[in-house]
């Protein structure tokens, strides 16, 4: 008897490669980890095509970090259509945003669900979202190890050796402890881990540059090698980047949320204050964790067509 392909597989037809972002602990920058490796990706090629969906139903964040607070979903016949974070930034839109922000009147209003509540959301946001064609799709997951994350897993079960993941920690022993139950998860579920990344390891001092260590470093290094991970390298705490998301944000705000010429050219202004991000140190490790991705997704896909992975660069 022939297996029936799910609503969520369907849709993910025209996904090449799905990578899930997850951290053990909360505030460990996650979303901004989810963030800034979408944009990356974007950047790394003018044909990559892009998605990123935010399913921390308590928290979302990611319209913020992509300066698209304020805008609601829109529905189409073939379903809920993405908001595209370049739409305004000339050429055709190739970075894609879903998130369960959209759907909030306000940004404060929170979301208070039962677990079928949440388990159905997530499946709705899998199947019914209007990608087109992508080379990646990022998910931003909640803290931890939750019902979210096993409904996730099971709704992408049919994709899933399109899947991995990105595990993020912060140096301290607390969250590394955390991440330790997040990769026994992966491990649980048979999801690929691409690599940990450790973040807010040292503070960028805003006169100098100079990167001074305030809590322990190197925590996430040691947790790597000792698992046989990929260490995709570390993040500090960078002002730059908290002053960047208020700029984009302020931005935002002076034009408006209506869908007129002012908040059109502000959302073009703070897409192109967070690409520039992109060139500063503190996000060139963003660089190697999409050159990473990129290496890791080509063996998988050569490995599953029976060819070579090509060359690392
Ligand atoms: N390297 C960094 N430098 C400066 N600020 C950072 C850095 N990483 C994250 N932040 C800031 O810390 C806050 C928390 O980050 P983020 O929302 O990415 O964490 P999270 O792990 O996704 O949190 P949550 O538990 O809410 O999902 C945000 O305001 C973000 O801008
Ligand atoms: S890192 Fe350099 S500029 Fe920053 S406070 Fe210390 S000495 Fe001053």
């Known amino acids: 008897m022939a297996i029936q392909e799910t ?16 951290s ?5 920058g996650k979303s901004s980890v ?3 490796l979408a944009l990356s990706l974007h950047a790394s090629s003018p044909n990559v095509r892009v998605g990123i969906l935010d399913v921390d139903l308590t928290g979302p964040s990611i319209p913020r970090m ?3 607070d304020g805008h609601g979903v829109h529905q189409s016949s073939d379903g809920w259509v993405p908001v595209y974070a370049d739409a305004k930034s ?8 879903m998130s369960v922000g959209f759907l909030l009147k306000n940004r404060g209003d929170s979301v208070v669900w039962r677990g079928p509540k949440k388990n159905a959301m997530i499946r709705q946001f899998l199947s019914d979202v ?5 080379d990646y799709l990022v998910i931003d997951t909640p803290p931890g190890t939750s019902d979210e994350h096993l409904s996730l897993m099971e709704h992408l079960a049919p994709v899933q050796s399109k899947l991995s993941a990105v595990i993020v920690t912060t140096p301290q022993a607390v969250a590394l402890l955390d991440a330790m139950k997040c990769l026994s998860f992966t491990r649980a579920v048979s999801l690929p881990v691409l690599g940990l990344v450790e973040n807010m390891s ?11 260590n305030v809590f322990s470093t190197g925590g996430g290094e040691e947790m790597a090698r000792r698992e046989k991970l990929t260490f995709l390298g570390s993040m500090p705490v960078d002002t730059e980047l908290v002053t960047l998301l208020d700029a984009a944000e302020s931005d935002r705000k002076n034009g408006g949320d209506d869908d007129n010429a002012a908040s059109a050219e502000a959302e073009a202004r703070s897409f192109e204050l967070l690409q520039r991000y992109q060139a500063t140190s503190s996000a060139k ?3 190697t964790i999409t050159a990473e991705v990129t290496r890791a997704v080509a063996a998988g896909m050569a490995k599953e067509s029976g060819g070579e992975p090509p060359e690392s660069g």
């Open 202 to 212: 040292g503070y960028v001092c805003p006169c100098c540059g100079e990167v001074s």
């Open 66 to 68: 992509l300066g698209l």
């Open 34 to 36: 989810s963030a800034q």
């Open 7 to 22: 609503p969520v597989a369907r849709r993910l037809k025209t996904v090449k490669h799905v990578v899930i972002v997850l």
């Open 285 to 287: 490790l963003f660089s």
């Open 130 to 134: 209007r990608w087109g064609e992508l």
């Open 24 to 28: 053990g602990k909360g505030g460990v």
């Open 90 to 97: 000339g050429g055709e839109p190739r970075l894609a945003c």
